[in-house]
């Protein structure tokens, strides 16, 4: 949840390490700064607040070299200001930038307090700047240091850190949160992930757990954590730097709304033909696997929880496999049963969640049938530590609030609860016409954002309220909650979903005049349910806006509301139909809030730590 760059070359790098900010500005934005070796010196500039602002100051106090680091913070230790801003220093010899939280800082910070090391800051990155210094001046070199530092470390980090001493290089290292090498000819770099780089290289390394990276011009050099050399996989990335630019659009968020038909079609390509599920999308000889599942696991966080939560209606209800969905940072820290049979299914877009990592990891040891991934970076943790990988092919996501991420998600626990239906005896028929449906999902989303414009001037009706109660029933239920979700996230207008049946132990006592309720309404065998639940909203002189099927049989009464018709495809791809419209909503009530939509205050893109 903060974003590193670091570059060694034989020219000067501030420009590019600027470049790379920008590109990680979505996984933190409280403060920027960056750090080089000018003239034997280091030279730092910091500011509090986004990157462009770090980018006034450069340009009034301009510094310059052939190396430095640089880093975009989302704070965890310390209030977000300049004082707190990486990089970090010691004995103005050594520099660093760390994502991730160091559990025993305080423990540290008072051993190094008590050998005269002086903190400037309340984070607990400073610590790892001291404890590096401490080791040079004992007569380590610079990866020595790097070395005997992270040992001493518990916690998760990803660092990269520079010396006086050594101006020729940098050493990087990572423990729980990513980092990636970047390669190329005459000079060499280190991110966060390849989207701050993939304007200087498309060739990548991306580095395991405990490994201790050196970079230098001419070359670079990786050890494990105990210092002994290893070789890791050069890889070729797809990405092209266009995909991570804004093009015609004014923000990411909308771009990436409009990008879903492609991504959803690009996460059903070659995966599904004549009707059918093709062989092997889950990995070779995953039938034999997924033919022993009796029940699904699901763990994942925000967002993806819910599209865990769309997935177990799925399970349960076309495919007959029980399903239990649980947030991962609740479910690491209790005690769980595990029935025979029981498939793990890690729902991430980053794959370097923190909480679901750690979640895979500790139900290694809790005796489950196999993992399985469905997660969008194919070179991520989550990815090459799981049994069975399904990739969404959404491509970046850089919008702190999650889209066609989402979507993809969706896609893919379709074709998984299909596949798990076949395999568990699922009716020829029903199977066949549900795959020819799903492959309709594209297109049929594609229509739906042509209401694009009756949705902004519906948003009008949203701009002064605060509160925001969100109604579903059944499957879409989820869909209520991915709504609410994306309206408090981007517009910061305090919202909330219920199964709408929960409408009267408890709800509709907030409902009058100044709370809109939205509410989603397909043509199902609950319509008629949700229709009495609806007329307890207008009961109470709620202002009601409903987004219905076009055949449902609903109906708008009276001036106050709106009713919107959506075509929902059929009863597969209804709930990602739905959401769509939902997500375009709170886009454009958070464009007329002013709130900044795609970096929302105090969130950021990719939670690497707890």
Known sequence: MCGIVAAVAGRDVVPMLIAGLKALEYRGYDSAGICVLEDDRL?????????RELEALYAAHPIAGPAGIAHTRWATHGAPNTVNAHPHVSSERVAVVHNGIIENHAELRARLKALGYRFESETDTEVIA??????LTQGADLLQAVLAATAQLHGAYAIAVMSRDQPDRIVGARRGSPLVAGLSEGEHYLGSDVQALIKQTDRFIFLEEGDVVEIRRDGIAIHTADGAPVQRI???????????????????MRKEIFEQPRAIADTLEGRISDDRILPNIFGVDADHLLARVKHVQIVACGTSYHAGLVARYWLEG???????????????????VVPDGTLFLAVSQSGETADTLAALRDGAQRGYLGSLAICNVPESSLVRESDLVLMTRAGPEIGVASTKAFTTQLTALALLTLELGRLNGMDPVEYSRLVSELATLPRVVGEVLHLEAEIARLS?????????????????????????????????????????????HGPLALVDEDMPVIAVAPNNQLLEKLKSNLEEV????????????????????????????????????APVVFTVPLQLLAYHVAVLRGTDVDQPRNLAKSVTVE
């Open 460 to 504: 009008e009706r949203f701009v002064s309220k605060h509160h925001a109660l969100f109604l579903g029933r059944g499957v879409h239920y989820p869909v209520a909650l991915e709504g609410a979700l994306k309206l408090k996230e981007i517009s910061y207008i305090h919202a909330e979903a219920y199964p709408a049946g929960e409408l009267k």
């Open 43 to 51: 030279e730092r500039v910091r500011a509090a607040g986004k990157v």
């Open 318 to 336: 076309l495919a007959g496999v029980p399903c239990s969905v649980e947030v991962a940072s609740e479910y690491r820290y209790r005690r769980s």
């Open 538 to 573: 207008r009961a109470r002189g709620g202002e009601l806006f409903v987004f219905a099927d076009t055949d449902a049989p609903v109906t708008q009464n009276g001036e106050r509301g709106a009713l919107l018709k959506v075509a929902s495809g059929g009863s597969l791809i």
């Open 130 to 135: 001291h404890l590096v210094d401490r080791a």
């Open 234 to 252: 050069q890889r070729k990335s797809e990405l092209s730097a266009d995909a991570v630019e804004r093009g015609e659009y004014h923000h990411y």
